[in-house]
C-alpha cells in the first residue's frame, strides 16, 4: 500500500457502471482498480487490501462517500482535498451566481473565459480593460468578481510550516462566513460545502500532490479502451491497466 494514496472514480462501461481507481501519487502509477463506488461496494475489497496502516495520505475530490471510506478504512491517513476539484466548485458556483446577475453577460464566450482567468494571470491590455469597463457597470458583480479573487488565492495557498497556514485560517474561515451569510443560493451552498471540507482543504495548503496524476491515469486508461473498441471483462481491463499504467 501506497504512502500516498489518490482515489478517484471514473465509468467503465453502462452496464458494469463506475470504477474506483487507487493511485500511487509518488511514483505516478496505478495500485489499483476495482468496481463500484460506493461502500457496500468497495467494503469487502479494501478489507482485503494489506498494509492498509502504510497510507498516510489520500487525496481526493469533496467525496462524502470516499471521505468516509478514507476514514473507516484507512485510520491512519490524512485526507487532503485535492486543489484542482476545489478550484472548480468555486467557478461553478461563481459562474452560477453570475448568472443570477446578469444572465445576458453570462452567455457571452469571451466574458466568460476573462472571468474565470485569475486576476493576477497575464492578460491582454485591451481585454483587461473590457473586463475593467464590464465590471464597472455591474458594481454588484464586481464585489461578487472581487470576493472570488480573494478566495481563489486563499484556496492556492502554497505555505512550508504549520505556522505559515495557521496566518491565513483565519482568512479562510471569515471568508466562509461571508458566503453563509450571502444572498445568493449558490455562494451560501458554496460556504456550507467549503466549511464541511475545511480541515481537508487547509491541509492541501502544505501538500503538493494532486489528483491531476490520476486524470492523467485515467486518459491513459481510456486510450486502452479505444485500442480495444470498448471492453466488456473488467478483470481483463483491469490486467491490461496494471501492464500499461501500474
Known amino acids: 500500500m501506497p504512502k500516498v494514496l489518490g482515489i478517484d472514480e471514473k465509468k467503465f462501461s453502462k452496464k458494469l457502471g463506475y470504477q474506483t481507481t487507487l493511485v500511487n501519487l509518488q511514483k505516478h502509477k496505478v ?83 476573462l472571468m474565470r482567468m485569475h486576476g493576477w494571470s497575464q492578460m491582454k491590455e485591451k481585454s483587461r480593460k473590457n473586463l475593467e469597463r464590464y465590471l464597472t457597470e455591474n458594481p454588484a458583480l464586481k464585489a461578487v468578481y472581487d470576493f472570488k479573487q480573494h478566495l481563489m488565492k486563499l484556496i492556492l495557498t502554497r505555505v512550508y510550516s504549520k505556522s505559515e497556514a495557521r496566518r491565513f485560517i483565519p482568512q479562510f474561515l471569515d471568508a466562509i462566513r461571508a458566503l453563509k451569510m450571502s444572498n445568493f443560493r449558490n455562494l451560501i451552498t458554496l460556504g456550507n460545502t467549503l466549511e464541511a471540507w475545511s480541515e481537508e482543504i487547509v491541509r492541501m495548503w502544505r501538500f503538493s500532490k ?37
Not at 50 to 71: F, G, H, Q, W
Not at 102 to 108: A, F, T
Open 31 to 113: 495500485f489499483d482498480i476495482t468496481l463500484g463506488r460506493t461502500e457496500s461496494n468497495l467494503g469487502k475489497y479494501l478489507r482485503k487490501l494489506p498494509d492498509r496502516n502504510n497510507c498516510k495520505v489520500i487525496v481526493m475530490d469533496l467525496s462524502e462517500t470516499y471521505r468516509k471510506i478514507a476514514l473507516d478504512y484507512f485510520p491512519k491517513a490524512m485526507v487532503v482535498a485535492d486543489r484542482f476539484h476545489v478550484v472548480r466548485l468555486v467557478n461553478h458556483h461563481f459562474l452560477k451566481t453570475w448568472s443570477e446577475l446578469d444572465e445576458v453577460g453570462r452567455k457571452n464566450r469571451g466574458l466568460m473565459y
Open 210 to 246: 494532486t489528483n491531476s496524476i490520476t486524470e492523467g491515469l485515467h486518459r491513459r486508461m481510456d486510450e486502452i479502451q479505444n485500442r480495444a473498441y470498448g471492453m466488456h471483462n473488467f478483470n481483463n481491463f483491469r490486467i491490461r491497466v496494471k501492464a500499461y499504467c501500474g
